[in-house]
């Protein structure tokens, strides 16, 4: 895709943040992954892609035991 403009990278992970109200969509997806790694003590995190598009770096903490 064309990915996300570096301003709004913030935005999108906000419950209900959409960026183009001509598609479908809810607005959830990335505010329920965000929401997610944090419960787990991890992060998302969003960044424009050298190649075009979106980066989306997901990391979750190993459990021990």
């Not at 403009?5 to 419950?15: D, N």
């Not at 329920?32 to 790694?37: D, Q």
């Amino acid at each position: 895709g064309q990915g996300i403009p570096e301003e709004k990278l913030e935005q999108v992970t906000k419950r209900g943040v959409r960026l183009d109200e001509t598609t479908p969509g809810t607005g959830l997806g990335l505010n329920i992954v965000n929401e997610m790694a944090h419960s787990y003590r991890g992060s998302l995190t969003l960044s424009k892609s050298s190649m075009g598009g979106l980066k989306a770096s997901l990391v979750l903490k190993l459990s021990k035991g």
